[in-house]
């Protein structure tokens, strides 16, 4: 019997390389004649160029080329250049320069002089929304939908607006963009036994992955071969090829292994384009090492919001209005988590009468992107403490009002009146209260030692997990051995090995049997999902499932058509396959892919299926009578949004003398279907647990207000977590109920966990401080220490890019 | 200091005293633009400077003897990573921040983006790819724990743990999970695999004991 | 000039081997010379490309400047130490813990492996807006950005500040003034000692320099005298993260007690000032007071009066009010 995969710990098959320091990131690759490009960036937040010399630089010795805005398109925003003849953040890359080494370029660049022309610039949104504020960009300051598309406007409050807010402690609440509501929460609010209301504001941050976004390209024969950093190789080559104007086919990626993206490389980066631009400019192999101090402002950053939040309980505790309204900081070229922020508030807590305002202002602070579970995370993180308060004031336990709370199996949410695949989000809670033991943990609260008080807490986080539609491709070739095309990204969830699983035991096949083709274009890679917001577990199981039917459809049909009898008496196992009354009758697999090349037609690839995307139609033409292909488009269908779910419980100490906050334990637990790698799963989950105890406790993005530039641009002022900053142990399950309808079960986890870890160490923290939520990220030790001390808070309930 | 290009007597009152000397060529100039003026003040303005060649050095990395040229403002991962092919060693943030570039100098776990090339002459240099058993091809016992417990997410950082974990159980063979954590502060994840390095590590500290 | 970061500009190395030559090196090429102890401040800034010094002498080729030798006034730590040496050497951990401890807490161990007891207390301020090269007084201009109206200035200082309000980072300064360590400075042929809380200077003093420091001078070697070899000792670091931050506050203390009664304290905070700042009213307090909670409290308080704190630092005057009635507290 060939083994069983799904379930299983198996090492990804990609470790050896990464430990011995043979993996091959962006940077890792040479080209003969490479050259090295160093950029100079914008010193200023909005300007003009006026004039750019660099008649200087050119003439240094080992100069090889300079590369200007001009050289690069310049779309109308908020497209965004390469190069900027309007830079709209202080960071944005205005030129580079190519040298033969790139201590040489490095002192071309202070050879260059560019005469920058000031422009207006703006950081808080709530300072461009005010009447006659400055706007990011010279067209406007949101984009609104209008009659031919989006549209920029130049969006203004009223001094009424701002009047009626009274304090820099409450959010002002002008004409939104963005509305949607269903039911009637003023009428809801009337009859609620409890009401909450907080204005509360989530903070900027940068995704900081340890790879910055370096990328090498070089043409050879009209073809351009490019490496970079992303979080996804199919549809960044097609990026890539969209962003040059070429022919898909003409592009050869290599991205064979991605330093981490959590959204900001989901397919590439703006930035991949400059060594494949500057490239065919000079005719030399570039290589554009970006530097962390350069990552830090191009590398894209997680919005932040500032909000209002009213929510009404029934005596019961059951939420029955939620009145949301949030301003978001969309950076240079805009943002959209508030959409999605709205509609994972109105899923969570399943309100009757919701009312969700919102409107994204651009600002000129670096570009804002998805940053895991983006608009999600924020939005949890925010509001599960002010469900906390409001189970405080109705004496309930706070598990229980969020099971009470919790969405059921014929949940229907947001503006467009969506259900779901499955929902498990009670039992994640529960189970997950059991794992952490809840019961005990709950009456720590409060607890007091020396000076250290505990605090306990929890957050439970939904988000989207899967996508539909993509195509898989395998090869089963004549020494017996499975390929599994993969097109999408290697960011370390392992998907790339994970998702091939059902191919090999549809086939069944040992796990040692299967290669995994990936991370080359040139190797052909199907038609695939980008590697973002949890889609792939969900999406190439299914694709994966799909290409290794038809194999197995195949494999029958040959072994029937040379053995006798009907396809449907034919089995698979061990590398074989044979009829089911004799295992003797049968044909390895190695004869099976023979036979298939002999047969050509749909068996070896020659004649595709109709309804596969013409990407994988071209990965598949290249493979073509090299073996049985199996090649098919993910038709399973579904109906209702494929949403995954953690719930974390935390406990921190909070020492009062200090402010400073230690936490000491955490559990997640995710409902997510059936588990294929639960280590793997356990890493997700906790990983991006982690990541939200960074959001919740000490990353942040602070800007001078007067310059307009950034102050914590290093990653020590930045505070991402350290392993000191975590538990020394961890703890993660899984509810393991299998989506119904995905053949497999599995959906994916990657973005859920943030939010769940940053709501649980917010919710701890406001526990240890008796129920006082502060309604700020992140949760830094002045912030507590000032609370503690009934000093004036150092920054008001609307400050944003503080810290 | 066979490897010394250029080594100079001062000849008047330290004449008994040799010192290594260093040139390089490149040139620097200062200028001023309006707005926020950022750059160099003070002290140490930048001066022009005439320099000769490249110094031929040779270095002890991973056990052989290296020559290569290097320039006197070199850092040692940019003399590893571009003039001797051994890219395992990451540059994260090349501010001595983020530990991917960890590697050993004399068994010592430093961060070779901030340590100068010519600072490691006469030292052994370790990197992740001189871990391997050299006859067998079998891997170091650390990295034997990580594929066991299958640590590690997107990788980047992986290297420089790993030289962590090496200088961890080398130093302290039975470490507590705290002092683990501890040995590993100066190495940061974005993934947040934290708790399975942990795990890694003390499989680490166990696989290297029986060994 | 355009501005870019991260490639150091070129620099002549120099690499003695003896502190004579180093001295010399450093009499010989004055201001344009930087002496390299572990090099992370150090090539931060050259990274930055904002000092940009024309010739370096990297020390770590001195082998005089490293170890740690007892004598019978006490221990004499040579410059270049390690602070690895520093946090795990015995006579340091048994009689003078303060300093291993401190050495202990600062950034991470590579760093601690790499970076010196030189190094560490004579290393540049982290205001972000100095750092960044903004041409604030600090750096040769004439405005200080950190202290303007709408600055972010949390991790600025809250006493000491004169036109600059930048703090010093040193975490093993605060313990070497709690030791009445001196410190030994060689200038060409000649040297001189400095007490340690002498060494830091303020920005009324001197405000381009955060330690005694000239050009010409080189830090050989921190002696901490027997004095308060065995005493009972307190150091504390509150910073943002576990691991490679600088102190938010820190304190040190060294005490002697007799019958429930602190016979002499010496009390040091960081984080605070742009110099390590010894608290010498309060120990003059606590000279014969009652260990306890009363005491611990009165300390606290004392050590904050003529707290000035900025914008956004407020939360700084409890907490070193905090961290220095915690030292006054641990005497049990």
Redo the contacts between chains.
């Keep these: 019997m060939a083994e069983k995969l799904i379930g299983k710990d198996i090492a990804p098959p990609d470790l050896v390389a990464k430990i011995t320091g043979r993996a091959k990131y962006a940077e890792d690759f040479r080209a003969e004649g490479m050259v090295f490009a160093k950029m100079l960036l914008s010193p200023m937040p909005h300007a003009r160029v006026r004039r750019i010399d660099t008649s200087r630089a050119e003439r240094m010795e080992g100069v090889v080329g300079v590369l200007l805005p001009d050289d690069v398109p310049q779309p109308e925003p908020p497209a965004e250049p390469v190069l900027a003849r309007e830079p709209v953040f202080e960071g944005q890359p205005v030129l580079a320069v190519a040298a033969v080494t790139e201590q040489i370029a490095a002192d071309a660049i202070e050879q260059v002089r560019v005469d920058f022309e000031p422009l207006p610039f703006v950081l808080d949104p709530l300072d461009s929304l005010r009447p006659g504020g400055p706007n990011a960009h010279v067209q406007g300051n949101v984009r609104v939908r209008g009659e031919d598309g989006t549209e920029w406007r130049d969006h203004k409050w009223t001094e009424t607006d701002f009047a009626a807010a009274a304090t820099a402690d409450r959010l002002p609440m002008g004409e939104p963009v963005v509305e949607w509501s269903r039911g009637d929460v003023d009428a809801a609010f009337a009859n609620a036994e409890v009401i909450v209301e907080e204005t509360i504001v989530h903070q900027s941050l940068t995704h900081h992955p340890m790879e910055p976004r370096t990328s090498m390209a070089y043409w050879q024969n009209g073809k351009l071969f490019a490496f970079t950093s992303t979080q996804s190789t199919a549809r960044t080559k097609g990026a890539l090829a969209n962003a040059l104007d070429m022919d898909p086919e003409d592009v050869v990626l290599v991205a064979e292994y991605c330093g981490g993206g959590f959204g900001s490389k989901i397919s590439g980066s703006t930035l991949m384009r400059l060594p494949a631009i500057f490239s065919r400019k000079i005719n030399r192999p570039v290589m554009l090492r970006v530097t962390r101090y350069e990552e830090t402002y191009i590398g894209r950053a997680r919005p932040g919001f500032q909000g209002w939040v009213k929510m009404g309980f029934r005596g019961d505790g059951k939420v029955t209005a939620l009145d949301l309204y949030l301003v978001e900081e969309g950076g240079a070229y805009g943002s959209g988590d508030n959409g999605t922020a709205g509609v994972v508030a109105d899923l969570t807590y399943q309100p009757d009468n919701v009312r969700v305002r919102s409107v994204s202002v651009f600002t000129n602070t670096p570009p804002k992107s998805a940053q895991r579970g983006p608009g999600g995370a924020q939005i949890i993180s925010m509001l599960e403490p002010i469900l906390d308060k409001g189970a405080r004031e109705l004496g309930m336990d706070r598990l229980e009002i969020r099971k009470l709370n919790a969405p059921r199996p014929d949940v229907r949410f947001g503006p467009r009146d969506m259900g779901l695949t499955s929902v498990h989000a009670v039992e994640a809670l529960a189970q997950g209260g059991e794992a952490f033991g809840w019961e005990e943990k709950k009456v720590l609260s409060g607890r007091r030692n020396g000076t250290k008080v505990t605090g306990v807490g929890i957050g439970l986080s939904p988000y989207t997990a899967g996508s539909r539609g993509y195509d898989g491709l395998l090869l089963l070739r004549p020494d017996g051995k499975l390929q599994v095309h993969q097109g999408i990204g290697n960011l370390g969830t392992h998907s790339i090995a994970d998702t091939a699983r059902p191919a090999a035991e549809i086939l069944g096949l040992d796990w040692d049997q299967v290669e995994i083709v990936w991370g080359d274009s040139s190797r052909g890679l199907p038609r695939s999902s980008v590697q973002a917001g949890s889609q792939t577990t969900h999406a190439h199981t299914r694709a994966n499932h799909a290409a290794a039917t038809d194999a197995r459809s195949k494999i029958q049909e040959i072994a029937a058509g040379t053995l006798g009898g009907a396809p449907g008496d034919y089995v698979l196992d061990g590398g074989r396959v044979f009829h089911r009354s004799n295992q003797s009758r049968g044909m390895s697999f190695g004869q099976v892919a023979e036979r298939a090349i002999e047969l050509g037609g749909t068996y070896d690839g020659h004649v595709l299926p109709e309804d596969i995307h013409a990407e994988t139609v071209a990965a598949a033409g290249g493979l073509a009578g090299q073996g049985l292909m199996g090649v098919a488009r993910d038709n399973y269908g579904g109906d209702g949004g494929v949403y995954s779910w953690v719930a974390g419980f935390a406990v921190v100490e909070l020492d009062v003398e200090t402010g400073i906050v230690d936490v000491t334990e955490y559990t997640g637990y995710a409902d997510c279907g059936t588990v294929v790698h639960p280590r793997s799963l356990g890493a997700q989950i906790l990983g991006g647990s982690i990541q939200g105890m960074g959001m919740a406790m000490s990353q942040r993005w602070v800007f001078d207000p007067k310059w307009g530039v950034p102050l914590a641009k290093r990653l020590y002022t930045a505070r991402p977590p350290g392993i000191l900053d975590v538990p020394l142990e961890m703890s993660w399950g899984a509810v393991g109920i299998p989506d119904p309808q995905t053949p497999v079960g599995a959906k994916g986890i990657g973005e859920p966990p943030v939010g769940a870890g940053a709501a649980a160490i917010a919710s701890a923290v406001a526990d240890a401080l008796g129920g006082r939520c502060l309604c700020r990220t992140p949760l830094t030790p002045d912030i507590i220490l000032a609370e503690l001390e009934g000093l004036e808070p150092p920054f008001s309930r609307t400050a944003t890019h503080v810290g | 200091m066979d490897e010394v290009v250029v080594t100079r007597t001062l000849e008047r009152s330290v004449s008994r005293r040799t010192f290594i000397k260093g040139v390089i060529a490149a040139g620097a100039a200062t200028s001023s633009a309006g707005y926020l003026l950022r750059g160099s003040t003070g002290l140490f303005a930048a001066t022009a400077m005439q320099g000769t060649a490249e110094r031929l050095i040779t270095l002890n990395v991973n056990g052989q003897q290296r020559r290569v040229d290097v320039l006197p403002n070199e850092t040692l991962a940019m003399t590893l990573r571009y003039k001797l092919g051994l890219t395992g060693t990451k540059l994260g943030c090349d501010r001595a921040e983020c530990g991917a570039c960890t590697v050993l100098v004399d068994g010592v776990s430093q961060y070779a983006c901030s340590t100068l090339t010519h600072q490691v002459r006469g030292r052994a240099v370790t990197t992740v790819e001189g871990l391997e058993d050299r006859q067998s091809g079998a891997l170091h016992p650390v990295q034997q724990a990580v594929l066991d417990e299958g640590g590690f997410q997107c990788a980047f950082c992986a290297p420089g743990f790993i030289m962590s974990m090496v200088a961890l159980v080398d130093a302290n063979p039975a470490p507590t999970r705290e002092a683990a954590a501890h040995a590993l502060s100066g190495n940061l994840c974005r993934c947040g695999d934290y708790d399975k390095i942990l795990n890694c590590a003390m499989r680490a500290a166990e696989l290297a004991r029986r060994v | ?18 502190v ?2 180093a001295a ?2 450093m009499d010989e090429h004055g ?2 010379a ?1 002496a ?1 102890a572990g ?2 401040d150090s ?2 800034w ?2 930055d ?6 010739v ?1 002498v ?1 020390l ?2 001195v082998s005089e400047l490293r170890g740690i030798r007892e004598t019978a006034q006490g221990l004499d730590i040579g410059a270049l130490t390690t602070l ?1 040496e520093v946090e795990r050497h015995d006579a340091l951990r048994s009689d003078y813990a303060v300093l291993a401890d401190a050495a202990r807490h600062v ?5 601690r ?2 970076g010196t007891l030189g190094g560490n207390i004579s290393q540049d301020t982290r205001c ?2 100095y750092r ?4 604030c007084y600090r ?3 004439n405005t200080c ?1 950190a202290s ?1 109206p ?3 200035n ?1 991790e600025h200082c809250i006493m000491g500040a004169s036109r600059c309000v930048a703090v010093n980072p040193s975490d093993t300064a605060p313990a070497l003034l709690a030791l009445d360590a001196v410190v030994t400075v060689r200038s060409g ?1 000649r040297e001189r000692t400095v007490d340690a809380e002498d060494y830091f200077v303020g920005p009324a003093m001197d405000i ?1 320099r955060m330690t005694v420091l000239r ?1 010409r001078d080189l830090l050989t070697k921190v002696h901490i005298p027997s004095a308060w070899a065995g005493a009972h000792f307190h150091y504390e670091k ?1 910073q ?7 102190a ?1 506050v820190s304190v040190a203390g060294a005490f002697r007690t007799t019958g429930g009664r602190i016979q002499e304290a010496r009390l040091a905070v960081n984080g605070v000032a742009p110099y390590p700042v010894r608290l010498h009213r309060v120990e003059q307090a606590l000279a014969g007071a009652v260990t306890g909670e009363e005491t611990a409290l009165a300390a606290g308080e004392m050590a904050v009066e003529g707290a000035r704190p900025l914008r ?5 005057v ?2 070193m009010r ?2 220095v ?2 030292a006054v507290r641990s005497v049990a």
């Design positions: 000039m355009a501005t870019i970061r991260d490639m150091m500009p070129a620099f002549e190395l120099f690499q003695p081997t003896s004579d030559a010399e090196l201001g344009d930087w390299l090099g992370l090539m931060d050259f990274k490309r904002i000092k940009r010094p024309r370096v990297d770590s080729g690895t950034a991470t161990p590579q760093i492996n790499q972000w807006y960044s090269g903004w041409p750096a040769g201009g950005y303007a709408q600055a972010m949390r042929g381009t050009p509150v943002d993260r576990g691991s490679w931050d600088f938010l956004h630092n407020g939360y700084k409890p907490l905090n961290l009635r915690r």
